[in-house]
Nanobody
Framework: QVQLVESGGGLVQAGGSLRLSCAASGRTFGTYTMGWFRQAPGKEREFVAAVSGWTGSTYYADSVKGRFTISRDNAKNTMYVQMNSLKPEDTAVYYC?????????????????WGQGTQVTVSS
């Protein structure tokens, strides 16, 4: 079992940057594959990025590739996403998620553990 808590959301102007953090409980954080998802009002929750626990390999949605960078610090049990060149269409509640295997996935149904989410609002 792992518990996840997101932080770092807020209001930013288009073109600005934010860094979200996801703090995880548990002594086996390093073995979990972690992901970021987001959900805008009236839309389904969508994949943003993921990072493998074993290899550190990363995977991004096309919509954020080149603007967002996912990373993790296993010593701190924390995952991050650095979001640059933000656009109004990035406005959403951002969720971190975890699964206890090394296989990167963009499918939210494969992640059993979720945080409560943090709001990101990008103004034009």
């Amino acid at each position: 079992q792992v518990q996840l808590v997101e932080s770092g959301g807020g209001l930013v102007q288009a073109g600005g940057s934010l860094r979200l953090s996801c703090a995880a409980s548990g002594r086996t954080f390093g073995t979990y594959t972690m992901g970021w998802f987001r959900q805008a009002p009236g839309k389904e929750r969508e994949f943003v990025a993921a990072v493998s626990g074993w290899t550190g390999s990363t995977y991004y949605a096309d919509s954020v590739k080149g603007r967002f960078t996912i990373s993790r610090d296993n010593a701190k049990n924390t995952m991050y996403v650095q979001m640059n060149s933000l656009k109004p269409e990035d406005t959403a509640v951002y969720y971190c998620a975890a699964k206890n295997d090394p296989y990167i996935s963009r499918r939210r149904t494969e992640f059993p553990y979720w945080g409560q989410g943090t709001q990101v609002t990008v103004s034009s």
